[in-house]
């Protein structure tokens, strides 16, 4: 996404579809279809893009620009990955599209303080986004820290027992906040009962 945000319709769609092979037939979702919010957006966002090693920025710089896209299941259910990760919703500075779990945040060309990680999610579509002045592979885990969210080998959040990751359908070993958020890559993390069918690949035409 390039410093603008999606139209609500399209966000929309993102939200009840998935994204690409995220969104195929099978996967347990909350009612609706809809993904399931088990993890809010935190109060302090810039605080916690420090503390995963990153530098808040007035605005986006496109020199870096990848994608990856996340998929998060517990029990069986699609967890939604919000709009608005790394983000300081509430600067002026930063435009709003939609309500609620729908909504997006971008069109940011510039804050009069550091509103935005070079990490972060624009709509709730699952699409994490570098955006960076330098080439960098930043990693799953500092975009959790962003979140405020736990995630290790056993926890995602408060749900416990392992986590499976899997990139591009293949289960990984390791610690799943290793992994590193290269272009075009598709994680998914499971926690408990998986979902029917892993996804293996996401649809970045959007991005």
Same mark, same amino acid.
């Given at each position: ?19 690409? @092979? ?33 530098? *808040? ?7 870096? %620009?990848?994608?990856? %896209? $996340? ?5 069986? /259910? /699609?967890?939604?990955?919000?709009? @608005? ?32 990680? *070079?990490? %972060?999610?624009?709509? *709730?579509?699952?699409? $994490?986004?570098?955006?960076? !002045? ?18 290790? /080998? ?34 998914? $993390? ?5 979902? !029917? ?9 959007? !991005?």
């Amino acid at each position: 996404m390039r410093s603008r945000i999606l139209p609500l319709t399209v966000l929309s769609l993102a939200l009840l579809a998935g994204c690409g @092979g995220s969104g195929s037939p099978g996967h347990a979702t909350g009612p609706n279809g809809q993904a399931v919010a088990l993890f809010p957006l935190p109060a302090n966002p810039m605080a916690l893009v420090v503390k995963a090693g990153l530098t *808040p920025e007035k605005k986006e710089s496109l020199i870096n %620009h990848v994608h990856a %896209h $996340l998929d998060l299941f517990v029990d069986g /259910r /699609r967890v939604l990955v919000p709009g @608005g990760i790394g983000i300081n919703i509430n600067d002026p500075g930063v435009h709003k599209d939609g309500q609620g779990d729908k909504a997006g945040y971008g069109g940011i060309s510039g804050c009069a303080q550091p509103c935005i990680s *070079p990490l %972060h999610t624009h709509g *709730p579509d699952g699409i $994490l986004h570098t955006e960076s !002045a330098t080439k960098v592979v930043n990693t799953l885990g500092q975009l959790f820290t962003e979140w405020g969210v736990v995630l290790t /080998r056993n926890c995602l959040g408060t749900h416990c027992g392992g986590v499976t990751a899997y990139v591009n359908g293949k289960a990984v070993n390791g610690d799943p906040g290793a992994i590193g958020l290269t272009d075009r890559l598709e994680i998914a $993390l499971v926690v408990g009962t998986p979902p !029917a069918s892993i996804p293996k690949d996401a649809d970045f035409s959007g !991005a």
